[in-house]
């Protein structure tokens, strides 16, 4: 069988799937063998396993290693254990996970990938409403706050993003997803757009996909305090165990920018 991804009817790619092994309210999970499991929600692919670590370990240590000592960390979104099995790496971080989809948890059961991360004693799992969630909180709670799934974050919403704010230590920062620079300008400077209140600095920065339509993926990053190339921690970046992908080189290099896409963005940016 045969699973296609599109993009606004520009571009169309194809990827052999050998068997699905879970399927319930739009999220879904198939074995593709050469791809291994790939992970899908609303028919739209959001990671295989052998592109994971170009997803995760960017998202995930590229903040971990801007912020100077992040210990508490809040994803929202990650039910499927993918991001938080990435934080697990840095030993002292606590990590509080909202997930709005029970189905997304049963199938990273399923799927037989991230789930162990989601049963680790620093890592909480909460369900329901993200901004409910949110609003239960105390002010400053979190040193980091990671926004999962592009397609369900409202950039518009300035509610939800000034509850993110008060949520933020002083010198916190937030990592979204960002969309495509190739196929959705739009979109990608909304998210950036989105960050402009309460962030001294707001930078995108990139990874690869496999299995997302095109390949060329975005992600964004606000920061109150700590700047993504200037102050990353070096030994926290190459030191810490069990990176496949991320390094400080990688780190430095997912912020570089053509100059024409620059010009493009450049009154979204600050750094």
Known sequence: MWLTQEVDGVLRNEYGMKEKIFDKNGVEVYDSGYFGKVFLCGGRALYCEHDSAMRHE?????AMCTHEEPKTVLVVDGGDGALAAELLKHKEVKIDIVER???????????????KALQDERVALNS????????GCK???YDIVFLNRFDEIDFDDASFFAEIGRLLGEKGLVVTDASSQLFDMAGHKAALSALDDGFKIVMPFSYTSMVQ????RWLAMGSRFFHPTADINLQRADLTDGFVYY????HVARFALPTE???????????
């Not at 960017?58 to 590229?62: E, G, Q, Y």
């Not at 339509?213 to 060329?216: D, R, S």
């Open 139 to 141: 002010e400053g709670s």
């Open 247 to 250: 390094n400080s080189d990688l």
């Open 101 to 115: 989809s029970e189905e997304v948890v049963e199938a990273a059961e399923a799927a037989g990938l991230y789930s």
């Open 128 to 135: 329901g409403s993200a901004f409910e969630f949110m609003k």
């Open 213 to 216: 339509a095109g390949g060329e």
């Open 261 to 271: 896409t620059f010009e493009k963005l450049r009154e979204y940016i600050k750094r």
């Open 58 to 62: 960017i998202m995930a240590h590229t």
